[in-house]
């Protein structure tokens, strides 16, 4: 499995904004010593539940102090952006980092972000389209030209390019079951949040496979997109159990109230919802000793297939102190037997195939 670092950079009313970075700062580039294979930025506006309203310009300052860390938008709100300009942000960001950039793309699901921009919410999925389509037009065709309903582009070269081609890997966020197939129809990743369940995870997979070879994309191609698949979940491990469970509990409650505070669409069926303990148990929130994370995420791993776990530990105003050290204990104890594991699964399918 891989596992990377989610961040939000959400702001209780009473805390400053530059206490934020300062303290999340830190934790993106220690991930990298640590053996973290990623870590990604949210983007918001316009309320504190995220103080990252550029997380590009955030990321240009991550990948300045790191070397092999790879660093992700997740997610760009490309319906709120012209398509060309974030074109030419990352493509610079991914020169700047040495070709480590990936890119998660969505449409956010409360109107304050799009009244923000002045633009219409119902236009939001025929933004994502047509920025999909200017997006890998720009970053792998000289010249480029393309006639949209929000964006025309004429004869455009792109300078510069991004340093991986075709283009820095793009992924979709998929937190509602709809987008599904359109991740599925543009042949991208999925992405999806903490809060959608684990068997709306397995259902979506098998809606992503059949909707693919639907559109023509070859098995093996939608085998590898499939394996691609990020999930985040609320990560916390400490040596005490009851420490695990105390100490993210407030805040893990405070994110999620301030989410329903500004969420201005209907839930998605598939996410969950109830008490912090009904979190747990839904396998939301993987909190414990290494040993009980370890079993958690096997268990989630086993009935999901999924490789690549984005974890959410540093939540609200958490003391970046025991985020750390949770930081360092997961990297110790935990990715090393998923990692081992991995090893071990391989070896098996070698051998199964060779006999």
């Known amino acids: ?31 990298e010593d640590l053996g973290y294979e990623s870590i990604w930025i949210a983007e918001h506006h316009f309320s504190s539940y995220g103080v990252c309203s550029a997380p590009q310009v955030l990321a240009a300052s991550v990948a300045g102090q790191t070397k092999r860390l790879r660093i992700g938008m997740g997610i760009i709100l490309l319906p709120l952006h012209d398509p060309v300009q974030i074109a030419e942000e990352l493509s610079v960001l991914d020169v700047l980092s040495g070709g480590r950039l990936d890119v998660g793309i969505g449409r956010a699901s409360t109107l304050i972000e799009y009244s923000g921009y002045d633009i219409p919410y119902a236009e939001s999925r025929a933004r994502v389209d047509e920025g999909l389509e200017i997006l890998r037009g720009v970053w792998t065709q000289d010249p480029f030209s393309y006639a949209g309903a929000f964006r025309q582009v004429h004869d455009l070269s792109l300078v510069p390019k991004p340093l991986q081609k075709p283009c820095p890997p793009l992924y979709l966020a998929c937190n509602s079951a709809d987008t599904v197939p359109i991740a599925a129809r543009h042949g991208l990743p999925m992405m999806s949040s903490f809060l959608v369940l684990d068997q709306a995870l397995v259902e979506r997979r098998e809606v992503y496979r059949r909707v693919s070879v639907e559109h023509g994309h070859p098995p093996q191609e939608v085998a590898a997109r499939v394996a691609q698949t990020w999930n985040v979940r609320f ?121």
């Open 1 to 31: 499995m891989k596992f990377g670092l989610f961040f939000v950079l959400q702001r209780p009313d009473h805390m400053p904004e530059r206490y934020i970075y300062e303290t999340e700062i830190p934790q993106m580039i220690a991930a």
């Open 235 to 355: 990560v916390y491990v400490a040596e005490d159990e009851r420490a695990a469970r105390a100490d993210p509990r407030e805040h893990l409650l405070g994110l999620l109230a301030a989410a329903a505070r500004r969420r201005t669409t209907p839930r998605p069926a598939g996410h969950v919802d109830g008490s912090y303990e009904d979190l747990v148990r839904a396998g939301a929130a993987f909190h414990g000793t290494p040993d009980q994370v370890i079993d958690q995420i096997g268990q989630f791993h086993e009935r999901t297939g999924i490789d690549n776990l984005l974890c959410f530990m540093s939540v609200r105003t958490m003391n970046p102190t025991k985020v750390m050290r949770s930081m360092e204990l997961f990297a110790a104890r935990v990715m090393p037997h998923f990692s081992k594991a991995h090893s071990a699964q391989t070896n098996v399918e070698i051998r199964a195939a060779s006999s």
